[in-house]
Structures are given as C-alpha cells and as structure tokens.
C-alpha cells in the first residue's frame, strides 16, 4: 500500500459493474453482457473529509459559509449541523465526518485541494475491493442499512479494505462526481429497452440479489447537485498524473 498526505494509490484494475453494460447501445435487442470495468490508478482519500478539515476550507473560502453560500447551490440544511455560536462544527466533532454537504460544495472542496470527487466507478471500484469477498461485504453493507445511526463516529472508525481505504462502507453515503449518471424513466416498459423495466426494477443489474447495490443506485438517482442530507458526505480523489 502506497499512502502519502492522508490519501492511498488505488491500483489500475477492474470489477463487474452493478449495471450490465450492452455490447451494441444502438440496439436494444442486443443481451445486457457484464464485462469487467477498467479502472485507472488513482489517488484517493483514506476516510471521508471531517468537519475540522471542512471548517478550514469554509473559513479561507468564506463563500462557502452557511451564512454565504448562494441558494442556488445547496438547500436549507446545508451545515446545519453546525450549530454553536460561531457557526461551526463543535469540538467534540471534529474528526467526524462533515455531512449536509451539496454536490457542489464538495466539488468546491475537492478544488480547493487541487483534487476532485471520485467518478462513480473508481467509487464502486474501490467499495468492491477488486472484487474480493463480495458476498461478505453485501452482508456488512445491509448490516449498517439495518441499523440506524444515532450518532456518528469519528473517521477512520471502521476497518481498512484490501486497497487501505478506511470507512467505505457502514459510516456515511458520499458524493461521486457523475452521481446521477445512470438515470432511467420510472417506468420503462414502454421505453423500447426490455432489459429496463417495472420502475427500474431491473436496471440491467448484474447482480438481482444485491440489494445493498440497488439502495445505493436508487438513493444516487433521487438526488440532486444542491441537495444536502444528515449522513451524506464525501472524500476526495486525485489523478495519479
């Protein structure tokens, strides 16, 4: 493992993505196939951005303040979880991970860093862990699924996967760059795509027992650029070049 600056080398490789990709997307007709999704080597960070981390950047980048920011680029809850009298996170949380972050805060952040938001690939890349042990971590992911919150923990709190990466899966959701895409009507049956179906039901998926996938994959389509949520969060990636 090659870590430096808090982030970790995820090596080139490749998995099977959730949504199976068609050999010929000009016909419909053609099966759903379920190649392997080449990743390229890539920088990203070991846990999620903490609230400390965020209060730095809110503070040398004062726009992106709860008392600043334009509507036009987060809701009402943006932060609203920094509730003492300055306006910020309290000590006590710090090292937790910043959440009621939009999409274009993070990308902000990710920016500021001379870094980005992972793509959802290089997300899903890392989450399945080249592959290994799939089956036991669909099995930790609805464990967390199962079981609401009712505090965060601090990062770094849950076990390293193969690549090195902490906290990936069981402590928040997190932006990816092309969160939403992979949209569909919600109702494909009439869309001439046989494999899209019953209010994207089956959505091409490569695994119909991975409900873990499914929930992530719906969650990602309601979302919007400016939508904030209490345990939405992200961390940052980085090209290797």
């Not at 999620?48 to 009402?76: G, M, Y």
């Not at 006590?92 to 993070?106: G, I, T």
């Amino acid at each position: 493992m090659v870590r430096v600056d808090d982030m970790v080398l995820v090596p080139k490789g490749s998995f099977t993505p959730f949504f199976l990709k068609k050999v010929d997307t000009n016909n419909s007709s053609v099966p759903a196939t379920s190649p392997a999704t080449s990743v390229d080597a890539f920088w990203l960070d070991a846990t999620p951005v903490t609230n400390r981390k965020f209060l730095a950047f809110v503070n040398k980048h004062p726009e992106w303040h709860q008392s600043n920011i334009k509507k036009i680029f987060t809701d009402s809850h943006y932060l609203e979880h920094w509730k003492n009298a300055q306006g910020s996170a309290d000590s006590a949380d710090l090292d937790k991970p910043v959440v009621n972050v939009s999409w274009f805060a993070a990308a902000a952040y990710c920016e500021a860093q001379d870094k980005r938001l992972p793509s959802t690939d290089e997300w899903e890349y890392t989450l399945t862990d080249n592959d290994r042990d799939t089956d036991n971590l669909q099995k930790q992911i609805m464990a967390w699924y199962s079981v609401p919150n009712k505090a965060l923990p601090v990062v770094g709190s849950k076990p390293a996967n193969g690549f090195g990466i902490l906290d990936m899966a069981g402590l928040i959701w997190e932006w990816t760059e092309d969160f939403n895409s992979y949209m569909a009507p919600p109702d494909s049956r009439n869309s001439g795509d046989k494999t899209l179906f019953c209010g994207s039901g089956s959505l091409n998926a490569s695994n119909l027992g991975d409900y873990a996938a499914f929930m992530r994959y719906s969650y990602r389509e309601s979302l919007r650029g400016n939508f904030t949520g209490k345990n939405l969060g992200f961390r940052c990636a980085k090209d290797t070049k």
